[in-house]
């Protein structure tokens, strides 16, 4: 046990005020150690959900029971929840979820969380619960299950996939063999999880600073090609980590996606709008350092800023100024048309499918001129277009 310093998240105090027995728990604790900041907190407690309800109402904090059936009791300060879990020990396992019983021993609650890093515990007074190691493998960059790695993984499926979330993490240098013999080998068991809880763990995974050597334990254990069934491209998102690029989850599976990105959203029923971002950084990219600003205004004129910059770290070659482009598209305005159907109609034209095809052809014009007239010289141009037919 050491002293640590304490979790300055505002609400921690009086959820300890009106339960001095709780501990926070799992991630808080651990990231606490690591001086990350904190923003989620749990609380585990020996109290019943009931008593845990009682206490806060009498403290006057408003709780929600949102998981009363396995233990689980939010309190509400502010804008924050903080989850406070009853104690738990494993009745019943089936691949995915537990029949739990409550208890009062901290060890057994501990026991039954997954990896040795997310079992410490913090008490009120700093004091760090580590029944596991878990400290010392925090340091180390060792990640390990908690007991017997193919037992732990049978329990839960999901457990595979949350090895790779906390190795991209936190893991330093070689995996541990335990853990990688029992994946390999059970690995068909995500097969059994929800498409959804794959594809939000791998979000999950790629949105880690550097989650290149845990792909690549995915590939080496033979994990990722059952996700990525329409192709990886593995290099492709060592290479756009290299680049320095932000550490945004979709643009990494845009460039780790080697196949079909139609097929990949529908299999792992990503939302429209992940399907629509997909598709767009999938686009080939157009621009490059030695684009015009003419260039760039037409792009602009078309898509988002984001959407193009996003495209340019998966296109980056070897050559400079690829970040002063980024700068370039960043800054610059976007164009706008500022023809609309009413200006056709006022020129005479009668309402009708005639005024789309004008605008459509003005707007060709203005984007191969640039992107820089004005709504005077637009319409200057389709006067002299309707004259000259
Ligand atoms: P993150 O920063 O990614 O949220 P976390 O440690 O808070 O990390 P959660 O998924 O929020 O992770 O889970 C909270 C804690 O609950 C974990 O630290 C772990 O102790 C325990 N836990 C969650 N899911 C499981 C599981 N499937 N098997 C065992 N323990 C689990
Ligand atoms: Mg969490």
Redesign the pocket.
């Known amino acids: 046990m050491i002293e640590m310093a304490r979790i300055a998240v505002p609400g921690v105090e009086r959820v300890w005020a009106a339960l001095p027995e709780a501990r926070i ?4 604790v ?2 606490a150690l690591l001086g990350v900041a904190v923003s ?1 907190v ?1 609380f585990t407690s020996p109290l019943s959900p009931d008593e845990v309800m009682r206490r806060l109402d009498r403290a006057g904090i408003r709780s929600v029971p949102t998981g009363i059936a396995h233990g689980t009791v939010t309190a509400v300060i502010g804008k924050r929840g903080f989850e406070i879990t009853t104690l738990r020990r494993d009745i019943e396992t089936d691949g995915r979820h537990a029949v739990v019983a409550f208890t009062d021993d901290w060890r057994q609650d501990a026991a ?3 990896f040795t890093i ?2 410490m515990s913090m008490s009120q007074d700093g004091t760090v619960y580590d029944y596991f190691g878990g400290e010392a493998d925090l340091r180390a960059g060792i990640l390990r299950f908690v007991g017997e790695a193919e037992l732990r993984i049978a329990e ?1 499926y ?2 595979i996939m ?1 090895f790779f ?1 906390f190795f991209a993490r936190y893991a330093k240098g070689e995996p541990d063999k335990d853990a990688v013999r029992a994946i390999t080998d059970l690995r068909d068991g995500i097969d059994t999880l929800s498409v959804e809880r794959i594809w939000s763990e791998i979000k ?1 995974i790629l949105a880690a600073a550097d989650p290149r050597a845990a792909v690549a334990l995915m590939q080496t254990t033979g994990v990722l090609p059952l996700i990525f069934i329409e192709g990886a491209n593995i290099p492709a998102l060592n290479r756009l980590v290299d680049l320095g690029s932000p550490p945004v989850p979709m643009l990494r599976v845009a460039a780790l996606l080697g196949g079909d990105a139609e097929a990949f959203a529908a299999r792992l029923k990503l939302s429209g709008n992940e399907q629509e971002l997909l598709e767009t950084y999938k686009k080939p990219n157009a621009l490059s350092p030695t684009s015009t600003d003419a260039d760039l205004r037409r792009a602009l004129a078309d898509e988002e800023a984001e959407a193009l910059i996003a495209r340019s770290w998966l296109g980056q070659e070897v050559e400079p100024g690829w970040d002063e482009l980024r700068g370039r598209i960043a800054t610059m305005p976007r164009p706008d048309f500022s023809l609309h159907g009413r200006d056709i109609v006022a020129l005479g034209i009668p309402v009708g499918p005639r005024v789309g095809e004008i605008l459509k052809a003005a707007r060709a014009w203005w984007w191969e001129n640039g992107c820089v007239d004005n709504l005077e010289a637009c319409l200057k141009q389709v006067q002299h277009r309707l004259h000259g037919q």
């Open positions: 728990a799992g991630g808080a651990r990231d989620d749990d039954r969380r997954d997310n079992t839960d999901l457990r949350r979330r999950r």
